[in-house]
């Protein structure tokens, strides 16, 4: 991608908060400028502002086509990837977009950043050189390829694609491309260690299973959205693996440490009485399968084996999760919803261990979304279906 001249530059700060959408069907009153590729650019910018916002202030940066940039890693998530890590040399060997690498790099001396892309390859290696970033190398070159060639080094990154040739999510380690599983042997002979991002969707328990050498997991969530499941492997067998939840909200940051073995050796109380609070885990909670031990941990009731809410009597400061304040219970029999929603027009509701959806209980109870109000449809230890309401506690 050649560097951008005066005019298409200029063109793309005069329209840079424009519809793109619009802007497109205007290429007529722009003849002298090439409109996909501004397009392109100030979709790309506006992408940027909001995912990574210190890059957004750097001028003249380029930026690739859409896709590239809807599957790459946020300023936060990045940040937290570069303080698992340091050490003399890194290497990633899916570098995309370059901001994994990018903030990583601050944490090594000599760092090498990878893609099969050629265009991608420019676009970083103008970027980085704007960053001041001088001490990354970028390559044009497959994975595997380029991992048979290197020496050993104290660093590397992989980012499997996670979707198939057809343009669908993949799940599985297996059906991610590198193929992580795969290259794990020829990853640990060449580094100490090897930090691998994988989806949130993926199923932790199989991903252990086919990455035993993983020494840590670590599970991402951005206000409580989960973003990244990151697994960190190393030339040697951990039987308890430490499981980082970590969930970035507005207000603070939510961490929970868990292991496996933990969670399968702690024995919950079950309770069919709520008190005064209820609590509902974060995503990454959730993500990890943290039920039992989130339990015992801060010394609550859970409502029931797979409802995965939580009640005590004093309110528990620092949960890590939402909080309510719970103002009543009641069943889905007519006179008692009638009394106990008379008024409310509108509610955030929460489904967990129970027979009927969201949208089921929406239609069924004629409440628009949002509001003060806080339904949580769920099953207690007795089996008893109920309606919890609340406000935020």
């Not at 973003?227 to 040697?236: D, Q």
Request: glycine letters at 4%.
């Amino acid at each position: 991608m050649a560097p951008q001249s005066t005019s298409i530059k200029e063109f793309i700060r005069q329209h840079a908060n424009d519809d793109v959408n619009k802007l497109a069907l205007k290429a007529s009153k722009f003849p002298d400028i090439d409109l996909p590729y501004a397009i392109q650019q100030i979709a790309g910018r506006k992408a940027i502002a909001e995912k990574v916002p210190t890059w957004h202030a750097v001028d003249d940066l380029l930026f690739p086509r859409h896709i590239s940039l809807e599957q790459c890693s946020s300023e936060i998530t990045a940040q937290y990837k570069a303080s698992l890590t340091k050490g003399e040399t890194l290497v990633d060997l899916t570098g995309g977009f370059g901001i994994d690498c990018a903030f990583m790099a601050e944490s090594f001396k000599r760092v090498t950043y990878v893609d099969r892309n050629a265009d991608l390859c420019e676009i970083t290696k103008h970027n980085f050189s704007l960053l001041q970033l001088q001490h990354i190398m970028v390559v044009n070159d497959e994975a595997f390829h380029f991992l048979e060639k290197i020496e050993n080094v104290a660093c590397i990154f992989i980012d499997p694609a996670r979707r198939n040739g057809h343009g669908g999510k993949t799940v599985a380690i297996s059906d991610c491309e590198p193929d992580v599983e795969f290259l794990t042997p020829p990853l640990l002979a060449k580094a100490k260690q090897v930090i691998i991002k994988l989806s949130p969707m993926l199923d932790l328990t199989l991903a252990l299973q086919a990455l035993p050498q993983t020494t840590a997991v670590h599970i991402v969530s951005v206000n409580n959205e989960c973003k990244e499941l990151i697994l960190i492997l190393e030339n040697r067998l951990v039987e308890n693996i430490p499981i980082t939840c970590i969930n970035f909200t507005k207000q603070d940051i939510q961490t929970f440490i868990f292991s496996k073995q933990e969670e399968q050796a702690c024995t919950s109380d079950y309770t069919s009485e709520l008190d005064d609070y209820l609590y509902e885990p974060n995503a990454s909670i959730m993500k990890g399968g943290a039920y039992k031990s989130l339990a015992i941990r801060f010394k609550m009731k859970k409502l029931h084996s797979n409802s995965h809410l939580y009640t005590s009597t004093e309110r528990i400061e620092n949960f890590p999760g939402r909080i309510f304040k719970i103002k009543s219970i009641f069943s889905m029999n007519k006179n008692e919803l009638k009394q106990s929603l008379d008024g409310i027009k509108q509610a955030n509701i929460t489904v967990r261990n129970f027979p009927s959806s969201v949208a089921d209980l929406r239609k069924r109870l004629k409440l628009n979304e949002g509001g003060s109000t806080y339904l949580f449809a769920t099953t207690l230890a007795d089996e008893r279906k109920v309606l919890v309401k609340c406000v935020k506690g």
